[in-house]
């Protein structure tokens, strides 16, 4: 098996299939790109560079070669690479984007092997990195190019810091790409996701809490934004970023995400409960810090409500997707369980896990999915594999709902 076969489909199968052609312009950050193909080769894709001659001065070629496992081309031959690779693209990828290449590929200019690639590849999705000077990416000519490219290409935020624009995290690039190739199937829905944990605060100091990541709700709203659908994340205290399309509110209590939550039921199609809020509230929280001197401090924990079913209650044909984690338990236990929770509260579909074997914060996890008498083990799964086909299913539902809507 070669060096590339072995890490393909390691991360997931999003882009199985998918032939991926990766622009490099002569940016000094042109070595990220590097680590951004295996990614990219990771969740399946075949990938394919093209390198400015520039580019090829400051990286060497047989790097993206070794990446890849193809020849990166940096100048048309007789083959004419141009027709031969590109035109058979399905995403381009131009990463990192100098200002002078963005500018020619908002005009159509095509003047070296990369830029002509990008061209040929019409039918292809388009995402674009830049990076460079902060000065250069302000300049009104630069940001008159991101303009127009973005009528018909993705175009990703640089990280603006220490006087640059600089290539974002290669990981983020990626959930970029996949954004691009995910179907457009559920324009016009809108669709509310809970995310990360919640905290109790003991005193102004001090709180309880769960070791959620928030990661489940990530990557469930990034993929219903990047299906078409308007998308709201309640998020708890996690370190969830901004998501392209989705509306972000910051909760910290569980009381403040149910009350965040139920404000917006009535305005929402499908609800997706990824959260792990706390079961319970502290009644009485001191003020202050607690006297660490005192012998004991005795605390109250109220049962706090249950959101999905306050949902329910309130937004009838609601499609609601609820999660059950437990810990230790067998297989059917787990399942009684889901569906147990999934009767008194109205869900649609339950995703039930055990999270004593992946734990808090893996991007890889494995599901029972429970809808009325079917069971389908999912996993051990990338979380926005695990969305896809979840959002697959909620959007049958939701056809059906609508072809039996009075």
Avoid at 8 to 14: A, C, E, F, K, N
Avoid at 22 to 47: M, N, P, T, W
Wanted: with cysteine; aromatic share 6%.
């Amino acid at each position: 098996m070669s060096e590339v076969e072995a890490i393909r489909d390691t991360y997931s199968t999003l882009l199985k299939g998918l032939r991926v052609v990766l622009v490099v312009s002569s940016s000094v950050s042109a070595y990220k790109s590097i680590d951004a193909a295996r990614l990219l080769i990771r969740h399946g894709a075949d990938v394919h560079v093209f390198m400015t001659p520039r580019a090829a001065r400051l990286v060497a070629p047989d790097l993206f070669w070794w990446a890849t496992g193809n020849k990166p081309v940096v100048r048309l031959t007789g083959a004419a690479e141009h027709v031969e690779i590109c035109e058979r693209a399905d995403v381009v990828l131009v990463a990192p984007a100098t200002a002078n290449t963005l500018v020619k590929l908002s005009l159509g200019i095509a003047d070296n092997a990369a830029l002509t690639c990008a061209l040929a590849a019409a039918g292809a999705k388009k995402v674009v990195v830049p990076a460079m000077s902060l000065a250069m990416w302000s300049a009104p000519q630069v940001q008159e190019a991101v303009r127009r490219l973005r009528e018909r290409a993705i175009v990703v935020p640089p990280v603006v810091e220490e006087g640059r624009a600089k290539y974002p995290p290669p990981e983020e690039v990626v959930e970029y790409v996949i954004d691009a190739t995910a179907p457009r199937d559920l324009e016009g829905a809108r669709v509310l996701v809970t995310a990360g944990p919640t905290r109790e605060h003991l005193d102004d100091v001090k709180y309880i809490t769960t070791p959620s990541s928030g990661l489940t709700g990530y990557y469930f709203a990034r993929e219903a934004a990047a299906r078409g659908a308007r998308v709201t994340l309640v998020a708890g205290p996690a370190r969830i970023g901004e998501i392209p399309g989705v509306d972000v509110v910051r909760v910290t209590s569980v009381l403040e995400m149910h009350r965040a939550v139920l404000e917006r039921a009535g305005g929402h199609d499908v609800f997706i409960f990824a959260a792990a809020p706390l079961d319970f509230y502290v009644e009485g929280r001191a003020r202050g810090k607690l006297d660490s001197s005192a012998a004991q401090h005795v605390l109250v924990l109220r049962r706090a409500p249950k959101i999905p079913g306050d949902v329910r209650a309130r937004n009838p044909r609601a499609v609601i997707v609820g999660f059950k984690a437990e810990w230790g338990v067998g297989e059917r236990e787990l399942i009684e369980r889901a569906r147990q929770r999934m009767e008194e509260e109205g869900w649609d579909v339950a995703l039930a896990h055990d999270v004593s074997r992946a734990g808090f914060g893996t991007v890889h996890d494995e599901y029972y999915v429970i809808t009325g008498e079917s069971v389908t083990r999912v996993g051990p799964a990338h979380k926005r594999e695990l969305a896809r086909r979840v959002l697959t299913l909620v959007r049958e539902l939701l056809a059906r709902r609508a072809s039996t809507a009075p």
